[in-house]
C-alpha cells in the first residue's frame, strides 16, 4: 500500500500560494525523535532553479531538477511507525514541522 501528500490545496499550509514555499521535506517513516529527509521537494516563484545552481555553484541535472520541483510527493510505502512528518520552510528560512498519522 503506497501513500502519497499533496500541499498545494492543503488546508494545513497557511499560506496565500505555493510561490510562498521555498521547500518541503517529508519524512516518510517519522519516528517521533529525529527528522530524517527521505523526499525532498521545491517550490517557489523567481527561478528556484536558478538560485540553486548559483548557491551551489554547479550544474543541476534539470530532469533531476522537474521530478523534485513539486507540489506534490512521489508515492512512498505505508509507514512502519505509522507517522509522516513534513518541515514546509519558506524563502526567508522560517520552517514548521507537522506530523501526521497515516
Given at each position: 500500500?503506497?501513500?502519497?501528500?499533496?500541499i498545494?490545496?492543503?488546508?494545513t499550509?497557511?499560506?496565500?500560494?505555493?510561490?510562498?514555499?521555498?521547500?518541503?521535506?517529508?519524512?516518510?517513516?517519522?519516528?517521533?525523535?529525529?527528522?530524517?529527509?527521505?523526499?525532498?521537494?521545491?517550490?517557489?516563484?523567481?527561478?528556484?532553479?536558478?538560485?540553486?545552481?548559483?548557491?551551489?555553484?554547479?550544474?543541476?541535472?534539470?530532469?533531476?531538477?522537474?521530478?523534485?520541483?513539486?507540489?506534490?510527493?512521489?508515492?512512498?510505502?505505508i509507514?512502519?511507525?505509522?507517522?509522516i512528518?513534513?518541515k514546509?520552510?519558506?524563502?526567508?528560512g522560517?520552517?514548521?514541522l507537522?506530523?501526521?498519522?497515516?
Amino acid at each position: 500500500m503506497w501513500s502519497r501528500l499533496d500541499i498545494s490545496g492543503s488546508t494545513t499550509i497557511r499560506s496565500n500560494s505555493t510561490d510562498d514555499i521555498a521547500c518541503w521535506f517529508i519524512d516518510t517513516n517519522y519516528d517521533g525523535e529525529s527528522f530524517f529527509v527521505r523526499h525532498p521537494n521545491f517550490t517557489g516563484a523567481d527561478e528556484p532553479y536558478d538560485k540553486l545552481k548559483r548557491a551551489l555553484r554547479a550544474e543541476i541535472d534539470e530532469v533531476a531538477w522537474s521530478a523534485l520541483y513539486s507540489t506534490k510527493s512521489r508515492p512512498f510505502p505505508i509507514p512502519s511507525t505509522g507517522k509522516i512528518a513534513v518541515k514546509v520552510i519558506n524563502p526567508y528560512g522560517d520552517e514548521v514541522l507537522r506530523v501526521y498519522k497515516v
